[in-house]
């Protein structure tokens, strides 16, 4: 991502327009567009500072928030698929917004086989039968 303009050359800018140039020869002069200038100018007008926005949400927004009661929803239905899981989450999830939300809280999704584990012991495995 790109970073934004230095304040230093924003409130150079401004201050240039302010005291009278052309905003073509400002922005030819400084390397900016027309556009940004008038951003700036608007944003300086609308505000009282031409500062860069900071803090804001970028990309979409997560529809699944609650993320302690989704780990344990994870925990609960270890052995459903992310289809599943979406369809019992509810709140028009998605199995793409399972996935990432997986991702995000650090569980690899491989489900289990079977949701109870065999009462077979290890020696009982080895044994073949003829």
Not at 10 to 28: F, L, N, Q, T
Not at 43 to 61: K, L, N, S
Not at 76 to 94: F, I, M, P, S
């Amino acid at each position: 991502m790109p970073a934004p303009y230095s304040y230093d050359l924003r409130a150079k800018a401004i201050a240039a327009v302010k005291r009278g140039e052309h905003k073509i020869d400002v922005s030819r002069m400084l390397n900016i567009s027309r556009n940004t200038l008038d951003l700036w100018l608007k944003r300086e007008e609308q505000t009282g500072d031409c500062q860069a926005i900071t803090h804001y949400q970028q990309g979409c927004r997560h529809k699944i928030t609650d993320w302690h009661r989704f780990r344990e929803f994870v925990q609960q239905h270890g052995d459903k698929t992310q289809g599943q899981l979406a369809r019992l989450w509810g709140d028009n999830v998605t199995q793409q917004n399972i996935s990432d939300a997986l991702r995000r809280i650090g569980v690899n999704r491989k489900k289990r086989l079977t949701a109870t584990r065999s009462e077979m012991n290890s020696s009982a495995k080895s044994f073949k039968h003829d």
